[in-house]
């Protein structure tokens, strides 16, 4: 079964057309890898994906459901749940506060309910600092770390409080936008270890944008590539490693060769 | 009155005006936070809120709590239908747009407030007792103490509700990121429904404070100017900051007007605020750099 469907989705910005057709399928509790070259269209698909930008055409199904036209506010209680390219935390608050903010959507009381914090909404919003406690941030070894402010961590764990956040509504969906960027090597091991765990925990269906094929190789399932907006190959790992236009669209990104580091 | 005794009396007053600054700034910090958008319409705003309980107080000869709590809901409405039939439409205009967008909403309810009761000035049921407070021998104004009583009161719960409320950790969140916030599922639009609701209720009471100090005309949101200053003083984004600068402004009225003579009383704040921004441009706790406007 397919958790993501989309079918011939096009993107354009003015006269740019960053997604031409593009059919991705993710499918049930697998790992499936998005990977080309830089300006491919891969963080513009992950958009379209969770709301923020509406496709020229296609459509995009989760479940079997269409969710094309849903603003991006309603996605996350439909269990879709994402990280971002350039780390998106919120400053001034802290690592809990962060990822307590990811299981927004699931807490009952509505927010001017909330507001009045009596009754009901206090046992919700303290249960739910418990369960964050005792799965999300023991899970990803944040618990010593829960009352700093997050722009004071340093970058690896920043990614870490991300993806926190993104788990603690317990997603369906996980789409990770270059989740190992900038990190070093045992960073990027931890990293890799990590999404393992968590597909294998709670069977989450995993979209993964990453440049570095090694770890393409080791944790996906599936491999879907971009290249100038069109999706040029799908399948195994394996086989993309043997893709002729997959090997020389990278060739034709100086910088970034199919076997080595991130571009 | 031994020396000691005036610098005392006119500090403790002082910081008794200060307490209005600070609500009406913090009605503006919210607002600003959350949106980026300097509402200019805050002063009349607070000024609508108390005519609304003159209407209900006297006209109505309503409890005075009753006649709070209906101003209180009445603004409330007020902000809201003005966030949903003027602000929502400009979302995504030049932030500049939005604020001479209050500004206009500022013009239109002083205009109404004109026609509806004229520029006589009323005066408000005495809401708070007039009898003096004794500190020692230190007599301090009755009204100023307990609005500041009220004022105190009402910026801890705004605060309590900031750190600690959902709506507030997601007003946080809206503020510090607002793409993030709408992919965390908050609706942000909602959030800034409520910050509109919230300053407007903020106002209120500040204008109902404000007015039984003084007496109620439509220019009573003339106030939201000496508050610009406040806010641009403690940084237009911290609630800390507002809090300490009106209180400090409140208090450096209250010394000019105890040693200076009458003109220079009007200006000092206002030579306070551009000293300090020479100094430290975004505010005393200010933290990000801020529009400029
Ligand atoms: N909001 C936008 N407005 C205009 N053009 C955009 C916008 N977002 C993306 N694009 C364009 O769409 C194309 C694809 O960009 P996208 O960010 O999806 O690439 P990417 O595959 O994620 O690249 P990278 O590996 O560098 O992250 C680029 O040409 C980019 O300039
Ligand atoms: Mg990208």
Redesign the pocket.
Known sequence: MSALEVCDLTLS??G?S?LSGVSIVAADGQITAVI??????????F?VVSGF?RPTAGRVLLDGRDITALPPHRRPALGIARTF?NIALFHGMTVLDNIKLGAHTQLQTGLFGAGLFLGHARREEAELTRRIQSDVAGFLELDTHADKEVQDLPYGLQRRVELARALAARPKLLLLD?PVAGMNREEKQAMSRLILDIRRQWGTTILL?E?DMGMVMDLSDHVAV?NF?RCIATGTPDEMGRNQEVISAYLGEPGAPLAGQA? | MSGLQVFLEYTLAGIATGGVYTLVGLGFVLVFKASGVFNFAMGDMMMAGAYTFYLCAVVFDLHWAVALLIAVVFSCALAWLIERTVLRRMMGQPVIAVVMATFGIGFVLRGIAAIAFGSEAYQLPALLPRAPFFIGDIMLPGKSVRGFVLTTGLCGAIILFLRYSRAGIALRATAADQITAYAMGINVRRVFALTWMAAAAIGTVAGVIAASVTSLTPDLGTIGLNVLGVVILGGLNSVGGVIVAGLFIGWLEAMTAAYLPGDIREITPYIAVLAMLMIRPYGLFGTRPVERI
């Open positions: 910005f003015g740019i960053a080309g070259p830089n300006g491919a269209g891969k963080t513009s698909f958009n930008y390219q270059e944008i440049h971009l907006g571009a």
